[in-house]
């Protein structure tokens, strides 16, 4: 088993508990020369692999179709419509239009009167804990400065990190380059993971990227409605990456992003 031995006391949250995670997750980096399995063995392997478990034996119970012309049915439409797309024009989102996909993870009620110490969001999270926090890169955004931003869902705000565009240098932190070039602006997902294993422990790190998943899903869904080319990622250098938005890498580390932008035939907005 391929393990990479480091100190961990060289890390802030460097409890006994949480060494599995910081192991698994270190373990787990992309670099530039990581090995990649070749397109034609994958296709082969894809090939051989069932992408459902079929029951056959057993009594089928059949569910209805999706109508997606049916009254009322937005929510329905839009999870049909989302889809990952690659190929974008280079041109600018608006304002408006990033501030309604950062409300995927928005305060949306009151933690008074209960056990929790936040107020809750957008998404589920374990332990109300919300161990996620935001980075956006803002690329070709209408009345915003190119530059890396910060959001509070707190103060429903951005907060400006580093002056001045920074896609060419995102942009070499990941595997599709051409796509961060062209995304109007990218979302780094980062996790600050003792917020969530102080309570859960190694588990606490599988709950930080099971809310990224649920954030993530925000965001696609607030892009289709509006019309926004957008993609999830996952192919990114990790030390790269963590290591332009000033992160550790392992008490807080990106664990997914988003970009989003216009589609090639839609032109300028
Ligand atoms: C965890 C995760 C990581 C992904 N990473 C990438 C990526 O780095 N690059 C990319 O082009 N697509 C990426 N995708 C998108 C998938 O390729 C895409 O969702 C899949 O092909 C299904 O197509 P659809 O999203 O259009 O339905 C990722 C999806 C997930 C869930």
Redesign the pocket.
Known sequence: MKRRIYELSQFESGSEDSELWELFHDNSKVELNSPIVPPDEVLSRMAQTSDSLEYTAKQQIPLPALDVDEPGSVLQQLINQ???E?EWTLTEITFAELSKILQGYCITRSNEDTEFLQPFRAVPSGGGLFPLELYINVHNCVDLDPGIYHFSPRSNSLVRMVRGDQTAKLADCF??QD?IYNAAITILLTGMFSRSTFKYGNRGYRFTLMEAGHLAQNFCLYATDMGLSN?????YFDRKLDKLLNLDGVTQSVV?AFSAGRKISEGSV
């Open positions: 989302r889809v990952s690659r595997v599709q796509v993609l999830c990622m996952g192919g997914y």
